[in-house]
């Protein structure tokens, strides 16, 4: 995950970007409103892989219950240190710096060098933050990178996740590739380079694949029906229920 380079706070589990006197939810944010019953399932193998793990050998106690429910959270919390690692450093190495790369980084670095030399990608903009509407609803959010391969510019995201590419990603470079400009951290605007074509570099200890994203107009109204779902959790759902009008007691009449 990428780090915003403008101020951000945290509400209710989403970012939120601090800028020119507004708030404006980030787009991973707004796209984690999608429904994802398959965490579910995930969830709960976590949760019995860690009872496993602690076995039966003593009656349960309160902490062992709380840990056994973290179990999910720690497991995303792991992935997402790595996926972070890997993403600080194949930003310095795409702007030529020199980096320490850990051992258990070597795998994602070698597959981002193959794919480097095999497409020969000129860095556009890398780590930018954005600003777009959708129906006068604001947002904001930072891409990993923009880079230009023969002669087309392509939006990228760099993934490392263990199950793949997922369809919501076309969501998330929709926004991105939607938005009406990007906010350098001095807090000025520059126009959004011209996209030709989105995709994703998804990095793994073992192997690599370069994915191309689809660019339908429709992503983008997904987004936007997810980005007023979220105001609707974040606001509008707290003003739906008015004043009582009237209230008692009541008690089952014999008949």
């Known amino acids: 995950m990428n780090l915003p380079k403008i101020p951000t706070t945290k509400e209710n589990d989403s970012r939120i970007y601090l800028w020119d006197g507004g708030r404006y939810p980030s787009v991973t944010s707004i796209v984690g409103m999608l429904p994802k019953p398959a965490l579910q399932y995930w969830a709960a193998k976590k949760v019995a892989e ?25 497991d995303l919390s792991q992935a ?20 320490y790369v850990p051992f258990e ?8 060098y193959t794919w480097r030399d095999r497409f020969s990608p000129k ?26 391969i023969e002669d087309e510019n392509w939006l990228i995201d760099y993934k490392t996740t263990r199950s793949g590419v997922h369809p919501e990603v076309a969501l998330q470079l929709s926004a991105y590739a ?13 126009s959004l380079p011209d996209i030709d074509r989105l995709g994703v570099l998804w990095l793994r200890p073992d192997n ?13 109204d997904v987004f936007g029906a997810l980005l007023k779902s ?21 008690h089952q009449r014999p008949f």
């Open 50 to 74: 860690a009872a496993i793990e602690l076995g039966a050998e003593r009656p349960a106690t309160e902490a062992d219950f709380d840990w056994l429910k973290s179990a999910p959270r720690r």
């Open 105 to 112: 980084a070597e795998g994602f670095v070698d597959g981002f």
């Open 123 to 148: 860095w556009v903009m890398a780590e930018e933050t954005v600003y777009g509407e959708y129906d006068d609803c604001g947002y904001c959010g930072s891409f990993d990178a923009i880079v230009n």
């Open 208 to 220: 690599w694949s370069f994915v191309e994203i689809g660019d339908d107009e429709a992503f983008f």
């Open 178 to 190: 939607n938005a009406s400009h990007v906010i350098r951290p001095d807090e000025s605007v520059v």
């Open 230 to 250: 979220w105001h609707w959790d974040n606001g509008l759902a707290k003003t739906a229920i008015l004043p009582s009008l009237g209230s008692g007691g009541s």
């Open 80 to 99: 997402g240190k790595m996926g972070t690692n890997v993403h600080e450093i194949v930003e310095k190495l795409a702007a030529d710096e020199e980096v």
